[in-house]
């Protein structure tokens, strides 16, 4: 298993949420149109964003314990029962921390 190219994935696709939730926040802080005909849709444009931010940070997150595994040498490794986790799975999902059978077990 090469944690080195999954480390470089892990990089990327980090760098790549940090970009996003940065351009949410800015939308979030920019001024509201006075136009009342437009503020349903601008509610729901703010929910949307709201969920596109929480599931980025969640990923974030999910990352950073990814890549600190790497640094500790257990990637790759199921979380739960020490298995190791199939590399379709970790070319699907990188950041996961579990196997295929533990994930569907939760
Ligand atoms: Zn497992």
Do not use: W
Not at 65 to 79: D, E, V
Request: glycine content about 8%; proline content about 5%; some cysteine.
């Amino acid at each position: 298993m090469d944690a080195a190219r999954y480390e470089h994935i892990l990089r990327a696709r980090k760098a790549e949420l940090e970009n996003r939730l940065s351009r949410i926040e800015q939308d979030f802080t920019a001024p509201r149109n006075p136009d009342d005909d437009d503020r349903a849709v601008e509610r729901n444009n703010d929910e949307v964003l709201e969920e596109l931010g929480e599931a980025g940070e969640k990923e974030l997150v999910a990352i950073d314990a990814a890549l600190a595994r790497i640094g500790a040498g257990t990637f790759g490794t199921c979380a739960k029962c020490g298995r190791p986790i199939a590399e379709g799975r970790l070319d699907a999902v990188p950041h996961t921390p579990l196997c295929q059978t533990c994930a569907g077990q939760v």
